[in-house]
């Protein structure tokens, strides 16, 4: 994939961009069943195309950003370690619906990925905390978050 803003996409930086040998892996899904609800753990989902995980129960528009949420497994320690928790941080708790390993999310930018044999998602960008993080996690919950989603 040609990365425009950084011009001419033979350069160095979009050479080291386009270098991504790590495979991910799927941890976790979660779906909120409706509005303030604690997430569900579930072993598998449906992904609506170009909408969102049947049953979760975000509104978002067709094309629309933030129809699925990704954070990273290693975050789970490092936001526990923010907020001088002793365990990793539940990933119900971070209402976020998919949770994955082995690949740095913010690498992802821009690109497609594939989720087993069927799903591909667009990766556009970031996905900031919600403001429920200070609730969830306590005072700097949200800045605790910050950077770790797309």
């Not at 579930?42 to 949420?69: C, F, M, P, S, Y």
């Not at 069927?118 to 910050?146: F, Q, W």
């Amino acid at each position: 994939m040609p990365f425009p803003f950084f011009g001419d996409d033979k350069s160095t930086v979009a050479r080291l961009l386009g270098t991504l040998p790590q495979t991910g892996r799927l941890e976790w899904i979660g779906l909120r069943p409706a509005r303030r609800e604690p997430l569900v753990s579930v072993a598998e989902a449906t992904v609506a195309t170009d909408r969102n995980l049947v049953g979760d129960h975000a509104r978002v528009k067709a094309g629309g950003k933030r129809q699925i949420t990704l954070l990273q497994h290693e975050y789970l320690a490092a936001v526990a370690n923010f907020m001088g928790f002793a365990d990793p941080v539940d990933p119900g708790r971070l209402r976020r619906n998919l949770i994955v390993s082995g690949v740095n999310l913010l690498a992802l930018k821009n690109r497609r990925i594939a989720i087993g044999d069927e799903v591909v998602l667009d990766i556009t960008g970031e996905c900031h905390p919600c403001s429920r993080m200070e609730e969830e996690l306590g005072p700097g919950g949200y800045n605790a978050m910050r950077g770790h989603g797309a």
